[in-house]
């Protein structure tokens, strides 16, 4: 995501109009189809067809060009920053569709079950589906799959719609920086005595604080792609104190805990939910493999009532189904760090959602910020421009897990970007 420093905390999260979108190509107040011909004209424009005539796909004769969904990722891919990147109406999925599409069609979603084996963890088997996808591409590339499923003991079925999964990340990275500006503070005085005062006999607990302190100064002190440091960064943003993810509940209560999350478009509204069969896992007793009747991390369902949940709720049959919001996810992968910040106790070994490359961050953000779409009005009949929607940019990401290796778009666990020392958070919000 994009995240303008001079913007005040509401506007963080918003979705990009068509109008701000072509604003960055063409300095006039209305932009018509002639003006997108004019750029184009110029090269400014990257058709994500196989030909590369704009008068074609104005026609809206699908006969005069192909769509070829492996060469569109290609050219999304290598859309440089001064080309805005236009799709054909074939890339449609509105609102309406994707509702159907999730309500009444398993194919939309690619299902986990049959990849897991015993006591498989989650990223694994999340990365043996995407690499199915990959390796059957040619089946695959043509199937609007907007993210993975799976069924839990109870035979309910779990969705994670993969905008969720990186929106919960992005949404985890900004209350980093929330932390950074209203806590840090405290946090680092406790850090700094302990360290100073030479009087003090520290526990174990107190010298990992020491050393998490000195982690984050260094992180703070680190340089980002823009320019500055982070802290420079941290400095200048608007967050509120309540962008802060809560954990309400203590460690010690297992499977069900409370959180309480910001809502990303509504500055002062604040989600409350519980999430159920967290599956926390003893650190040190691994022997104990009695997997029989065990809650696993696939039996877990989260109770966030956030638009992106309620819009879904009318389904088929009287069968609930639980999908994985943003809140859930950012939640979930808090927990999991602090766990491991923690050292000694329960863990939260795996989770089944994505950690994207640098690759698969810059292809999202390209739909989101420079991409419009050429779509018929319904009211005219003439062809319209308008920006991608949440489902038609996660049905591309799908689609680029398809084309690709699993590598170039997926960070399997956590451990490998520390080797590696890339950090996603450099990417996951990019400021302007
Ligand atoms: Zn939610």
């Not at 109008?19 to 960055?24: A, Y």
């Not at 929106?167 to 946090?187: D, M, S």
């Amino acid at each position: 995501m994009l995240l303008k420093l001079s913007n005040p905390r509401k506007e963080h999260f918003q979705h990009w109009t068509t109008r701000e979108i072509l604003l960055q190509y063409c300095d006039k107040s209305r932009i018509t189809i002639k003006d997108l011909e004019n750029l184009a004209s110029d090269g400014k424009v990257k058709l994500a067809t196989h030909e590369q005539e704009l008068e074609a796909v104005l026609s809206q004769d699908k006969k005069k060009y192909n769509v070829g969904n492996f060469e569109t990722i290609n050219r999304i891919n290598g859309a440089k920053s001064e080309e805005l990147v236009v799709l054909p109406s074939e890339y449609r999925f509105t609102a309406q569709d994707s509702r159907k599409a999730i309500a009444y069609k398993y194919s939309s979603l690619l299902p986990l079950n049959k990849f897991m084996g015993e006591n498989n963890p989650a990223s694994k088997v999340l990365e043996a589906g995407i690499r199915k996808l990959h390796s059957d591409r040619d089946n695959y590339v043509n199937r609007d799959i907007i993210g993975w499923s799976w069924f839990g003991q109870d035979k309910l079925l779990r969705v994670v719609p993969i905008m969720s999964s990186l929106k919960g990340l992005e949404l985890r990275a900004v209350q980093n920086l929330a932390w950074y500006k209203h806590e840090f503070t405290e946090f680092a005085k406790e850090g700094k005595m302990f360290r100073d005062d030479l009087t003090l006999s520290l526990s174990l607990e107190d010298e990992r604080k020491i050393k998490r302190w000195e982690r984050y100064v260094r992180h703070l002190e680190s340089p980002r792609r823009e320019g500055h440091n982070l802290q420079y960064y941290v400095n200048l943003i608007d967050l509120n104190h309540g962008d802060i993810i809560q954990q309400e509940t203590p460690f010690e209560r297992e499977r069900v805990m409370n959180f309480r999350t910001p809502s990303r478009s509504n500055t002062f509204a604040k989600y409350h939910f519980k999430m159920c069969n967290i599956p926390l896992e003893s650190n040190v007793d691994k022997t104990n493999n009695s997997s029989v009747g065990k809650i696993t991390v696939w039996d877990m369902y989260g109770k966030c009532y956030c638009l992106d949940k309620n819009y879904r709720s009318d389904r088929r049959g009287n069968a609930e189904e639980y999908y994985f919001c943003p809140h859930e996810v950012a939640s979930l992968m808090g927990l999991k760090a602090r766990l491991e910040e923690h050292g000694k106790g329960p863990r939260v070994n795996s989770l089944p959602f994505l950690i994207p490359t640098k690759s698969m961050i810059d292809f999202v953000d390209k739909l989101r910020y420079r991409t419009i779409m050429l779509d018929d009005d319904t009211e005219t009949g003439k062809v319209k421009m308008r920006a991608l929607n949440d489902t038609e940019i996660g049905m591309l990401a799908m689609k680029k897990l398809i084309a690709e290796p699993y590598e170039k778009n997926v960070i399997a666990e956590f451990d490998t970007f520390r080797k590696t020392k890339y950090d996603p958070l450099l990417d996951l919000v990019k400021f302007r």
